[in-house]
């Protein structure tokens, strides 16, 4: 309100010049209008730049998942009986989980990590299937006991996966 009293104050000077006047309102309404607009562009920029990086994120999520559904789908891992695998426990028992990751539904993250084995009783099963001397004792976390069959007592050898 306080400017308008001014502008009835000072209508005598605005009629003496009319087109200094609107010159000069024209000109600063121009320069509003200029730096509205660069504030305006520096924000959609930004924007632009977020979106891009979400685009981006998308785009590496769908690549992975695109990955798993590969892996998931594949035909679950071979273990081989006799052959080129041997004693080699390890490998054996890295077979083995992966056979039980691919075979059974619900597992834990920990398993799916390889932060635990499947049960022993599974795993055993399995390796008395496959013809192996050898069985699965105590097991914590992605440790293993190797018992071998021909032993009386267990060794104190074990095995980490």
Known sequence: MEFFTYLAKESSVIWQAPITFLIAVLLAGMLGYKLAGWQFIARL??????????DEQIADRERKLSELRQATESPPPQIEAHGDVGDDYSAVIRQLTQLYIFSHDGLSPALL????????????GQLEEMGKAWRIGTVRGAYAEIIPLNSPTPPASGAQF
């Open 45 to 54: 920029d930004t924007v632009g730049e977020r979106l891009k990086l979400k």
């Open 113 to 124: 990590a390889g932060l635990e084995l499947p049960p022993r009783e599974w795993m055993n």
